[in-house]
């Protein structure tokens, strides 16, 4: 089943919170001259059009990034994430929204690899297209779950993992953690980020857990809710999982995340939250 499309979604609260985080984790990669490896396993297209007609029919993005674009008010901890949703729009209006791997592109340096993978039939195409003259990178369409133990350990022996699929299916709540399982095995010191959305407060109970019994040590939670908890249909918030954070990382979020919820949370319903699940 592949009928999950990101463009419906692009730019919305869930994916500032994400690429917020990735970007953050990038620069403190970045701090060091050696190289690394960032794979992404369920990549998307790449770029995403917000006046198209997906992102129009859900307008998810006005209530995401529309609402930070420009901001001058915005944190120090946003400018590695805005820096790439500006450098897509260098006209100063808000036409493309970049997915995570065209946030890494932007971020990343010359000695870095981007390892990408993508399933859909249509979003595949796409995604090559973008990295067609970028040497740094390979994109491949596949499972992105078999890149965990096909990619992994890399030959720089630093890297960031993130693993971001669509939970269309119930599967995936279990995947990722095995999937996890599998490529800690092989990478220890690698920075995994998962991103979880919270639909049903329970599913992400149980991930949780089972992320506990693998016995991988220094699991952070980072969370960002615009309504509270429900048991209606949709998602009230969304989070990531770190596994092996940068050791500032915890603090950033810490100093940004009120911020970024009084922006995407207006009427301020919801909550934040930065927790060590599984400290050192
Ligand atoms: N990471 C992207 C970003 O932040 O811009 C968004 C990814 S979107 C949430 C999830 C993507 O996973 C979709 O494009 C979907 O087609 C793709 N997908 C679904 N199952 C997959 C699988 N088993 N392996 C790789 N990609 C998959």
């Known amino acids: 089943m592949l009928s999950y499309r990101h463009s419906f979604h692009a730019g919305n609260h869930a994916d500032v919170l994400k690429h917020t985080v990735q970007s953050l984790i990038i620069q403190s990669l970045s701090e060091k001259?050696?190289?690394f490896l960032y794979l992404d396993t369920h990549a998307g297209a790449g770029r995403y059009l917000l006046n198209s007609e997906h992102a129009e029919r859900t307008g998810e993005y006005m209530e995401g990034i529309g609402r930070l674009w420009q901001n001058p008010e915005a944190p120090e901890q946003l400018q590695p994430y805005l820096s790439a949703v500006s450098a897509l729009n260098p006209s100063g209006r808000l036409k493309y929204y970049p997915g995570s791997p065209l946030i890494?592109?932007?971020?990343?340096r010359a000695q870095d690899t981007i390892e990408l993978t993508e399933l859909h039939p249509t979003d595949y195409p796409l995604l090559r297209n973008e990295f067609l003259k970028d040497d740094r990178a390979r994109v491949a369409r596949g499972d992105g779950y078999q890149q965990l133990k096909a990619k992994l350990p890399p030959a720089a022996r630093r890297g960031l993992i993130l693993i971001d699929p669509p939970y269309e299916m119930k599967s995936d709540y279990q995947a990722v953690v095995d999937g996890i399982r599998e490529g800690y095995k092989r990478f220890a010191?690698?920075?995994?980020?998962?991103?979880y959305p919270v639909v049903l407060r329970q599913q992400i109970k149980r991930m949780l857990s089972e992320l506990q019994a693998t016995g991988i040590k220094r699991i952070l939670q980072i969370e960002l809710a615009v309504r509270p908890d429900s048991d209606q249909r949709g998602m009230t918030a969304s989070g990531m999982i770190v596994i092996n954070p940068p050791w500032k990382l915890a603090a950033e979020m810490e100093a940004v995340l009120p911020w970024l919820h009084k922006q995407l949370s207006p009427a301020g319903t919801g909550h934040t939250l930065v927790n060590w699940v599984v400290p050192e």
């Open 189 to 195: 010191t690698g920075v995994f980020a998962l991103w």
């Open 104 to 108: 890494a592109r932007h971020l990343l």
């Open 33 to 35: 001259e050696k190289p």
